[in-house]
């Protein structure tokens, strides 16, 4: 079955830089638009960047020009590169996978990993 594993979270000062990294695994994600989403205490999920299968990329207004999203075809992960973080960027990060065709279409979400911005 679809599995991803993030890694790379961790505590860091304001201003630094993490990378967090997603495993993927159980499919060959050919038809696939991968994301990562974070979430606060108290507030909802929300997409922080996406890339698709043709390399096109996304990300919310607050993480452009520090975040980037990467692909690894060959090991299967994927990357979210974070500069100059700050306080604000605190929270549990998920890898998403939607899977567009294909009889494992669907959404698919990693356990999450733990930012945390000291400022």
């Known amino acids: 079955q679809v599995q991803l594993v993030e890694s790379g979270g961790g505590l860091v000062q304001a201003g630094g830089s993490l990378r967090l990294s997603c495993a993927a695994s159980?499919?060959?994600?050919?038809?696939?638009?991968f994301g990562w989403y974070r979430q606060a205490p108290g507030k909802q999920r929300d997409m922080v960047a996406s890339?698709?299968?043709?390399?096109?990329?996304d990300y919310t207004d607050s993480a452009k020009g520090r975040f980037t999203i990467s692909r690894d075809n060959a090991k299967n992960t994927v990357y979210l590169q974070m500069n100059d973080l700050t306080p604000e960027d605190t929270a549990v990060y998920y890898c998403?996978?939607?899977?567009?065709?294909?009889?494992?279409?669907?959404?698919?979400w990693g356990q999450g990993t733990q930012v945390t911005v000291s400022s």
């Open positions: 998403h996978a939607r899977i567009t065709w294909g009889l494992q279409k669907g959404d698919y």
């Open positions: 159980g499919s060959t994600f050919s038809s696939v638009v």
């Open positions: 890339l698709t299968r043709f390399g096109n990329t």
